[in-house]
């Protein structure tokens, strides 16, 4: 699996200095990046999804770990949080290990009753009275609507997206492509300017 991470930046000019003296020659500016960071985002965020019997499976940029927590949201609210008990890559003919099948242990909440889509997130802060899945109406990476399959996470309960996670046909170089060899992730995050941020791309090859 080739994972690739690309901040979106901002050009910021610095003015010159002027020197102590009237008759000094001011220094030239510096142009400098400055990252836009993700807004509370921490760690990897990881989307997965799973059923009532706490089984499911987990997509892009690094293996589940046993232990690790997955909170499960759906439209309205926070549904609970399974702790992670076994990980297993889903075999494929590329040997790439881009999948991986999970069974976990409910630590809080009701998983039984979901209403509408859930997701499962990783290395997400999620707030337990707020967090839920929201509608969005384009894709961030300006691709034709409806060409995407795109989950947006309200991760605090202000009726914003922080954070969507896009699927997508892609080529080799992670395009997308009306002939596809593989399916793109994408995780998009909110800044603390304005907008979405790509902050990763996993693309899992069709070797299945």
Not at 109 to 132: H, W
Request: with cysteine; aromatic share 4%.
């Amino acid at each position: 699996m080739l994972g690739a991470m690309r901040l979106d930046f901002v050009l910021a000019l610095v003015g010159a200095s002027l020197g102590a003296s009237a008759g000094a020659a001011p220094r030239p500016g510096k142009v400098v990046r400055v990252e836009r960071k993700p807004r509370g985002i921490s760690g990897m965020p990881r989307y997965c999804s799973i059923s009532s019997d706490m089984s499911g499976y987990c997509l892009g940029g690094k293996q589940p770990e046993i232990g690790e927590h997955v909170v499960v949201i759906d439209s309205q609210r926070t549904l609970g949080v399974v702790r992670i008990t076994t990980v297993t890559p889903l075999p494929d003919q590329c040997n790439q290990n881009a999948v991986w099948m999970i069974q976990g242990m409910l630590e809080t909440g009701d998983l039984a009753s979901p209403q509408g889509q859930t997701l499962g997130v990783i290395d997400v802060p999620i707030d337990p009275r707020g967090g839920r899945l929201v509608t969005v109406d384009r894709s961030p990476a300006g691709h034709p609507w409806g060409t995407d399959q795109i989950q947006g996470v309200d991760s605090n309960g202000d009726g914003n997206v922080d954070l969507e996670f896009i699927q997508f046909p892609c080529d080799d170089a992670g395009t997308q492509a009306s002939a596809a060899t593989g399916t793109c992730l994408e995780v998009w995050a909110a800044t603390t300017g304005h907008g979405l941020a790509r902050i990763r791309q996993d693309r899992v090859r069709n070797c299945f």
